[in-house]
């Protein structure tokens, strides 16, 4: 008869012993010829519990072994997961190609992400990363999922105090999702195809928490902030800012893609080449209308004027020298870090008088909003975002009220085509006693 014991794989030098109450033990014992040889790892009661005991063996003890008998050797040589692990999984996502196609940014948001999800300690004490993913089940991955969503912190006084951490758990449990996905694909007959991270009803915010946008900025609080940044010396963020708005650009995108072989090639010289390296996507925006008469006349001087003094790499850099380069760097890092952008930004819209809580994000989803109280359809905001879904624009179209009063009106010319007669108005009436 086979026992409960029997289908469990115990680690090397590991054996099981049934107790008189009917459960099992577990014991690490190394062989009689290292203990002959002088090995200092003895012999250990891993306790009842599999799982812990396991974990001790395989993490701790067995690499301790390892370092005797190799000398110290094996204390060089990473430790590779094994198989079938969601830490194999995190490798087998991060080898695939699909890895390499991620923009920079979201391949660290990614990383922090899975390491999250990984690296957290279950009750048996072992490590989520360590579990066989042909373990996982929805119940199971729901409730690391509400684990990660708070966080206590302890301040300098012992006081403990709960926060809520949703957008990294968020972000952690979609990075998981994904490297579930091309793993499947890259392993199909290792990786089950139910993939428990989908579809978790995640929310962006807590119950009862009101919605918080993104400052949006007006078109005069943009002609303030160039106005001012040219005042400081910052010529190229105002240039910089405008484009944002004109063409829907993230800042990671204008300052860290965006080069000045894009703008106006010998090919096209009518046209703009815009990246969207988050979607991999790419538009060449026209610079003329039908007549040639320019559509963006004060964006095109300036970016004129940085196409004659730039040769090539990017477009955007600094407007003052540094001590490491004769020639102006960058304002994003060799890190992809615009830390140091963002506090200039800041500096630019304390200065002008603006609000605080503007940002260089405000000028694009500014330009997103224009857009929409111009009346541009869902499709026209989707082409010039290069969005794939309607769903993502509420975001940066903000609804205005001039949105709403546009919208009213078209309704109710429709409405006008089928008056309603005396007899269909309804008439008040007084309650009854």
């Not at 080069?259 to 988050?278: G, N, S, T």
Request: aromatic share 10%; proline share 6%; charged share 25%.
């Amino acid at each position: 008869m086979k026992t409960q014991n029997s289908a469990l794989k115990l680690p090397r030098y590991c054996r099981s012993k049934r107790l008189k109450c009917g459960r099992w033990a577990y014991f690490f014992e190394p062989p009689t010829w290292a203990r002959e040889q002088g090995c200092h790892i003895n012999a250990e009661a891993l306790g009842q519990n599999f799982a812990a005991a396991a974990s001790r063996a395989e993490n701790i003890l067995l690499p301790a072994f390892d370092s005797w008998r190799s000398g110290g050797l094996t204390d060089m040589v990473p430790v590779s997961p094994a198989p079938g692990t969601f830490d194999w999984l995190v490798g087998v996502f991060k080898a695939h190609h699909k890895w390499n196609e991620i923009d920079r940014k979201t391949q660290r948001l990614y990383g922090q992400g899975l390491a999250l999800f990984a690296n957290h300690m279950l009750r048996d004490g072992s490590r989520a990363g360590s579990k066989q993913i042909s373990d996982f089940t929805k119940a199971f991955v729901d409730s690391i999922y509400a684990k990660l969503l708070v966080v206590d912190d302890e301040d300098e006084n012992g006081n403990i105090t709960r926060r809520e951490r949703r957008r990294f758990a968020n972000a952690a449990m979609t990075a998981c999702r994904r490297a579930w996905y091309v793993g499947q694909r890259a392993q199909e007959t290792k990786v089950p195809e139910v993939n428990p991270f989908s579809r978790m009803g995640l929310k962006s915010r807590s119950p009862g928490q009101p919605v918080r946008e993104t400052p949006t900025a007006t078109w005069d609080e943009l002609v303030a902030f160039r106005r001012c940044a040219t005042k400081l010396g910052y010529h190229s963020i105002g240039t910089a800012a405008l484009l944002s708005w004109e063409w829907l650009q993230r800042e990671e995108h204008v300052f860290g893609v965006f080069e000045v072989a894009h703008y106006r090639p010998e090919p096209r010289p009518d046209r703009v080449r815009i990246l969207h390296p988050k979607n991999n996507e790419e538009a060449w925006w026209p610079l003329f209308d039908e007549i040639g008469e320019p559509l963006f006349p004060e964006l095109m001087v300036e970016l004129d004027a940085i196409k004659a003094s730039v040769t090539s790499g990017l477009a955007f850099r600094r407007d003052h020298a540094h001590r490491r380069s004769s020639i102006p760097l960058p304002w994003i890092t060799e890190r992809r870090d615009l830390r140091y952008l963002r506090s200039v930004v800041k500096r630019i819209v304390v200065t002008a008088g603006l609000r605080h809580e503007l940002s260089f994000t405000s000028f694009r989803h500014g330009g997103f909003t224009e857009g929409a109280d111009s009346d541009l359809t869902d499709a026209e905001l989707r082409t010039a975002g290069r969005h794939r879904s309607n769903q993502q624009l509420p975001p940066y179209a903000k609804r205005t009220s001039r949105q709403l009063i546009v919208a009213t009106k078209k309704r109710r010319g429709e409405r006008n085509r089928t008056a309603l007669s005396p007899a269909d108005q309804l008439t008040p009436q007084c309650p009854t006693k």
